[in-house]
């Protein structure tokens, strides 16, 4: 019997009648002759509130007991949803990170999975259960809890569709898949069916906040086609797999990250300020000679960095294009000059192969997002 992977996002259980909801969207895949492991994450914004607990009690908290706080929160949503499916009749039971095996590194708070060993799933599953497992946190070799980082409950999810060779997983949020740019920003976004995982990978690595970007790439890696969808009303969602035969369009998306450091070198040069960022774990998105982009959404101790002389850190924003057309120089020119001619400067300009990107200056992501989507997915569509 093929097993199946659904995640839960946290919207999609924030109240009792929502996990109520998502109960019997599983009891429904039960019953359709599957076998179902459900990865949750915490409720509504729970991960939140218990940083926001946490940093009432100290300004700086150790990683550890961040960690041993936040893994409370999938925990929380796993027993719950467990007691909601059997009463629906069918057998559920939960299990912690740890408990499913999954083994991580130590690095608290954005610990990396280095191997899956998913024996008590397995057993779950066999006794014609469903597995409920809590998303996010694993454990360390030296048995400590560990947390993903936030948003880990996708890699959670991937990595045990790996481990379990499961034929599909589900990722299940309140937006049926991906668009071309963020429709709630940009009305004339549309819904892409299939993206491949390369290109899902430049576009969340971008800023889109769809699904993570470790989970596209363990997925790429492993081969897993992933499937977006809304766990209510969906009209099938975006599939990201293998890469689509022929060209559809150049650019199939475009999305903005408000959010982004750029720090320039000072007189010690470029290797003085790589060193500098390598101390402080940094999150470094790339580097270039003229200047190294930073996620300031991740950079927590971004005050307390004491830069090499002469270096300038801008907050800035990015807007980043991706598609089979991407890594061709023309669409990077056509795109600045729409930016340009929309009254938005260019600080500077990134191109890879699979995606271009403009800098531009902190507040233009919404307008840069929209002058591209025409620009470049309607224009040329
Ligand atoms: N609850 C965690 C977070 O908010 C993990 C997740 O939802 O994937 O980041
Ligand atoms: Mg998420």
């Given at each position: 019997m093929a097993v199946i992977v659904q995640k839960y996002g946290g919207s999609s259980v924030a109240d009792i009648p929502r996990l109520e909801h998502v109960a019997r969207r599983i009891a429904a895949t039960v019953r359709d002759g599957h076998r179902v492991v459900v990865v949750v994450s915490a409720m509504g914004n729970t991960t939140h509130a218990l940083l926001a607990l946490a940093r009432r009690v100290s300004p700086h908290p150790g990683r550890r007991e961040l960690d041993m706080l936040m893994s409370v929160g999938e925990r929380i949503t796993m027993a719950l949803l467990s007691m909601a499916v059997a009463d629906l009749g069918v057998p559920a039971v939960s299990f912690t990170g740890s408990q499913s095996g999954i083994i991580t590194d130590?690095?608290?708070?954005s610990a990396r999975v280095?191997?899956?060993?998913?024996e008590r799933i397995r057993s779950a599953l066999d006794e014609g259960k469903v597995a409920i497992v809590a998303g996010f946190q694993g454990v360390s070799r030296s048995r400590e809890v560990t947390t993903l980082g936030r948003g880990g409950s996708d890699t959670t999810a991937v990595a045990l569709a790996a481990a379990l060779g499961a034929d599909l997983c589900e990722i299940c949020s309140d937006v049926d898949g991906v668009f071309s740019a963020d429709p709630h920003r940009v009305p004339e976004a549309r819904h892409l069916d299939r993206l491949s995982w390369d290109e899902a990978l430049a576009l969340f690595r971008g800023?889109?906040?769809?699904?993570?970007p470790e989970a596209v790439a363990f997925a790429a890696h492993h081969g897993i086609t992933l499937r977006a969808v809304?766990?209510?009303?969906?009209?099938?969602g975006t599939a990201v797999g293998q890469s689509r035969e022929?060209?559809?369009?150049?650019?199939v998306a475009v999305t903005v990250d408000p959010e982004v450091d750029r720090v320039t070198p000072g007189p010690e040069g470029l290797s003085a300020l790589v060193d500098v960022l390598v101390r402080v774990q940094a999150p470094v998105r790339s580097v270039r000679e003229d200047g190294i982009l930073l996620d300031r959404r991740d950079f927590h101790d971004r005050d307390r960095v004491a830069w090499p002389d002469g270096s300038r850190l801008v907050p800035v924003c990015v807007a980043t294009a991706v598609g089979p057309?991407?890594?061709q120089p023309d669409l990077l020119v056509a795109g600045a000059r729409a930016l340009e001619a929309a009254g938005l400067h260019v600080l500077g300009l990134e191109a890879d192969h699979d995606r271009l990107s403009w800098i531009l200056p902190e507040g233009c992501a919404l307008d840069a997002e929209r002058v591209l989507h025409k620009a470049l997915v309607e224009e040329t569509a």
């Open positions: 130590d690095r608290h708070a280095l191997e899956v060993r998913p800023g889109a906040r769809v699904l993570h809304a766990t209510r009303g969906s009209t099938g022929g060209l559809a369009s150049r650019v057309g991407c890594g």
